[in-house]
Structures are given as structure tokens and as C-alpha cells.
């Protein structure tokens, strides 16, 4: 299986008082799941791609009504911002095989759908680039998670159990594909999401954005088709 090409070094220094905020939001966050679930990458995963799931949706509602209420084209953001919630409920759904959360992630996973859907909510509607800078900064994060959680695969700590098949379906993964290839598939998905939501952060600051830039998400299907 070809290894998706991952820039792990990808960080976007903050520049002016609205990115710092995005990112010193981020590091607290980091801090508070560290703190919780350790090493428990498998649980980390489902919990936070609860969360992960939310923004996509969020910015592709707000976005809508704005080009409806202005009469303008999206220039292609509201497909994108949907596919990328889709693709962080795919990776919730291929986890939920790999690892069960307890009764109380479940507490968790609810309050914090209410708490992060109504706060990223609020944000999108008062600086949407802000929300578009905390999430890029959110996917710096996954990325590292996700590479932590490889090499917790590789030094034999986490199991390398065969891959769910839904995984197998959804990134078109061979037969004998491991939880380690939809490791490296879920992080490429993340530096994808990584540079798409720093570079909509940056369009809304009027800088200039090289698409050139954008890491490629690895090739999936339409999530629900890939479940059926
Ligand atoms: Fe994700
Ligand atoms: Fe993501």
C-alpha cells in the first residue's frame, strides 16, 4: 500500500491577536485531552472525532445561508466544508470498531457536542476566520495525535488488529490492511483539513492562499455508500 505523503513539520505561525487566541485555545484543549486520556489513543480517537465532526457542518450551514442571503457563489467551500464533516464521521465510525468508549466518554462526547456546537456556533458567526484558524490548528494537533498513535502501533503497545471493514471500503484499502494503514489514512485526511482551514482563515484575512499547498486527502468513497 502506497504511504500518503504527510507533512509532519506543517505549522502556521500566528500573526497577528486572533491567531494566538485560535491557537493558545488549541493548546489548552491539547492539554485537557492529554490529561484525560493518556495513552488511550484508541478512546482519544472516537471522542474527538465527536468534536472533529462538528466544525464542517457548522461553517458549511453558515456559509450557505450567507450565499443565500447575498445571492453569491460559495467558490466551492460549502462541498468541501461537508465533506470534510462526512470524512471526520467516517473516522469516528471506522474507531468505534477498533475501540468502545465507557459510559462516561459517552457523558462526555454529549456535553460536548452541546458545549463546541453552540460555542463554534457563536465564533463562525462573529469571526469565521477565527473558527477557520482554531480548527486548523485543531488538525496540527490530530496529525500529531495520529503519528503518536502510530508509533504506539509500531513499539507493540497498541495492537495492530486487522482494519474494520468499513475503513477497507471507505479508503479502498487491500484485504490484509491494518489499523496501522488507517492510521496513516486518517492522518493525511487531518493535514488535509490542516491546510484547507488555515488557507480559508488566510482567504478571509485577504493573504493570498497557494493552492498548490494544500496537502491531498487520500482517495475515499461517499461515506454512507462506504457503510452500506
Ligand atoms: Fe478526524
Ligand atoms: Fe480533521
Redesign the pocket.
Given at each position: 500500500m502506497t504511504v500518503p505523503f504527510v507533512d509532519l513539520t506543517a505549522h502556521r505561525s500566528p500573526v497577528d491577536l486572533r491567531d494566538r487566541v485560535a491557537l493558545g485555545f488549541t493548546k489548552a484543549l491539547r492539554f485537557c485531552a492529554d490529561t484525560f486520556f493518556a495513552k488511550r489513543y484508541g478512546h482519544r480517537?472516537i471522542v474527538?472525532?465527536t468534536v472533529?465532526?462538528v466544525p464542517g457542518m457548522v461553517a458549511a450551514t453558515i456559509q450557505h445561508l450567507r450565499c443565500l442571503r447575498n445571492m453569491c457563489d460559495d467558490r466551492g467551500w460549502i462541498r468541501t466544508l461537508m465533506d470534510e464533516a462526512e470524512?471526520?464521521r467516517m473516522?469516528?465510525m471506522t474507531f468505534i470498531e477498533v475501540a468502545h468508549p465507557t459510559r462516561f466518554e459517552r457523558m462526555v462526547i454529549l456535553l460536548a457536542q452541546w458545549v463546541f456546537y453552540l460555542g463554534f456556533f457563536g465564533l463562525y458567526l462573529v469571526s469565521p476566520k477565527t473558527a477557520h484558524r482554531v480548527v486548523g490548528y485543531f488538525e496540527e494537533e490530530?496529525v500529531i495525535s495520529y503519528t503518536l498513535y502510530l508509533r504506539e502501533i509500531d513499539e507493540g503497545r497498541s495492537p495492530n488488529v486487522p482494519a474494520p471493514e468499513i475503513a477497507r471500503r471507505y479508503w479502498g484499502l487491500p484485504v490484509d490492511a491494518t489499523l496501522r494503514d488507517v492510521v496513516l489514512a486518517?492522518r493525511a485526511?487531518?493535514a488535509h483539513?490542516r491546510d484547507v482551514n488555515h488557507a480559508y482563515a488566510d482567504e478571509l484575512s485577504g493573504i493570498v492562499v497557494n493552492a498548490a499547498r494544500i496537502a491531498a486527502s487520500p482517495p475515499h468513497a461517499v461515506g454512507d455508500r462506504a457503510a452500506a
Open positions: 480517537a474527538l472525532e472533529a465532526a470524512n471526520e473516522h469516528l490530530a486518517v485526511d487531518e483539513h
